[in-house]
């Protein structure tokens, strides 16, 4: 199967960044939308943004202005740039990926820790 893994989760102050990164790998041949969730503890896990193969994009109002989602097909990466974070922030942030002629797939999570 394919397999999703983020990276660049961490500690953070209030009004700090992050850039979240999650690469696909085994067998490839085209993906379609890019999408990354977070869950916060005690709540359920939530849609952040996603990005098409044709690069339209779509952001959580909550998040609109402060987060940005992108692409590199050349290296089946998809990035979550976080800007002006808050403690709300907080928790694990998830990849989701549709692989075409295969299905949905999810990354195993990176830890965001926003402190105020």
């Known amino acids: 199967q394919v397999h999703l893994v983020e990276s660049g989760g961490g500690l953070v102050q209030t009004g700090g960044s992050l850039r979240l990164s999650c690469a696909a790998s085994?067998?490839?041949?085209?993906?379609?939308?890019m999408r990354w969730y977070r869950q916060a503890q005690g709540k359920q896990r939530e849609l952040v943004a996603e990005?098409?193969?044709?690069?339209?994009?779509n952001t959580a109002d909550s998040m609109n202005g402060r987060f940005t989602i992108s692409r590199d097909d050349a290296k089946n990466t998809v990035y979550l740039q976080m800007n002006s974070l808050k403690p709300e922030d907080t928790g694990i942030y998830y990849c989701?990926?549709?692989?075409?002629?295969?299905?949905?797939?999810w990354g195993q999570g990176t830890q965001v820790t926003v402190s105020s």
């Open positions: 989701n990926m549709d692989i075409r002629y295969d299905g949905n797939y």
């Open positions: 990005i098409t193969q044709r690069g339209n994009t």
């Open positions: 085994g067998s490839i041949s085209r993906i379609d939308t």
